[in-house]
């Protein structure tokens, strides 16, 4: 079956891992043609974040879209182009799965966990006011709606990956409202699915029991601001932003990015580590139905690591992107 993906590949090493990735998924045999769209207007100046509303429609259009780093100028101008794409599209689920990749060093082993963050609402609303000089006031905002529709969409991945357990994290001993409403509406959700175990865990602890224990975790479940910060503190356990990959999802639309920046100090000097992108793509096979393909494009990246002869320079290697990109293709099990 052809797919017809839209391709917003970004600014700094961008372009240089996205034209890896398409690369890769051209050799895996799966067919898809790509529309290719800048996601700004103006990409000549990371100040003018204006989001190209040509590349909202593309994916819209496409319903899917595989996306590079994207530049955001830091205290004060507008807001991220990334932010915006995911507002827009109302892609309220971020899937961030955490694996150990053999070959990369890490601080645990048998790691195997996958994070579902409610992407649109909690202390991310953009509801920030100075109440009086000297006083501000954010406001966090939990909806049964939004609550119901992450819990449905974390349940129902459960049920066709084969996931067992799902832990909601949350704060609702404290913030016994919002977080209690957000625990509410989960429990409505996992009355259906008997099948998959459920337990709720609160935030601190669930923190320092990523840190004693990671093996115990199988699906985490998280509001917005939780979600976030414990993603990054999973990502940690496995070797890093580099290693692993995220998806914005949504009813109509999905993106797929890696989770790190445009890295302006390698950019355009081959250097850069197409694996976070290449790994958000295989999340991408599989949403698209491509399971055969995405299992080998797996199994070809844990040969290259395993070997481990072919460690771009972020992970203490020489080898240069292209040379990375000719490693995974030669490891490519036939279909
Ligand atoms: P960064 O992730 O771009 O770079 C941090 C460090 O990691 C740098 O030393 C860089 O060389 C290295 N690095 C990152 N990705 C790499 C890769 N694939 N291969 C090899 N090395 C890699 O973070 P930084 O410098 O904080 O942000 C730079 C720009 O990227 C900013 O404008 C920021 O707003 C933007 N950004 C965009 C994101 C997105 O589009 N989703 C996410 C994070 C940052």
């Known amino acids: 079956m052809r797919h017809k993906v839209t391709l917003i590949a970004g600014e700094g090493i961008g372009p240089e891992v996205a034209s890896a990735t398409r690369r890769i998924l051209e050799a895996s045999g799966v067919l898809i043609d790509w529309e290719e769209i800048a996601g700004r207007t103006d990409s000549s100046s990371e100040q003018g974040q204006v989001i190209n509303q040509a590349a909202v429609e593309s994916v819209r259009r496409n319903h899917v879209a595989l996306k590079g780093p994207m530049a955001t100028a830091i205290a004060g101008g507008a807001p991220s182009v990334n932010v915006a794409l995911r507002k827009t599209l109302d892609l309220y689920a971020n899937l961030r799965p955490v694996k150990n990749l ?3 060093s890490s601080r645990y082993d048998n790691i195997d966990i996958v994070l579902v963050r409610e992407n649109t609402e909690d ?3 953009g509801l920030e006011h100075e109440v009086v000089p000297g006083v501000v006031e954010s406001i966090k905002i939990i909806t049964e709606r939004a609550s119901t529709r992450i819990a449905r969409f974390a349940f129902e991945y459960a049920r066709k990956f084969g996931r067992k357990k799902i832990h909601a994290i949350h704060k609702a001993n404290i913030m016994k409202l919002s977080d209690g409403l957000f625990l509410k509406s989960i429990r409505a959700v996992a009355e259906h699915h008997k099948e998959i175990e459920y337990k709720e865990m609160i935030v601190d602890n669930a923190c320092m029991q990523m840190v004693l224990n990671p093996q115990q975790f199988d699906m985490l479940l998280l509001p917005n601001l939780y979600g976030d910060v414990m993603s990054d503190l999973a990502a940690g356990l496995v070797g890093g932003l580099g290693v692993v990959p995220s998806a914005n999802i949504g ?16 950019a355009g000097k081959g250097l850069a580590n197409p694996t976070a992108l290449l790994m958000s793509s295989i999340l991408m096979l599989d949403h698209l139905g491509e399971r055969s393909a995405a299992r080998r494009i797996e199994a070809a990246l844990e040969t290259v690591y395993r070997e481990g002869k072919n460690h771009t320079k972020d992970l203490g290697g020489h080898t240069t992107t292209q040379q ?4 995974l293709i030669a490891a490519l099990p036939k279909p």
């Open 324 to 327: 990375f990109t000719d490693a």
């Open 251 to 266: 009813d109509e639309s999905a993106m797929f990015e890696a989770v790190h920046g445009t890295a302006p100090d390698i």
């Open 102 to 104: 053999p070959g990369v």
């Open 123 to 125: 202390l991310y609303s």
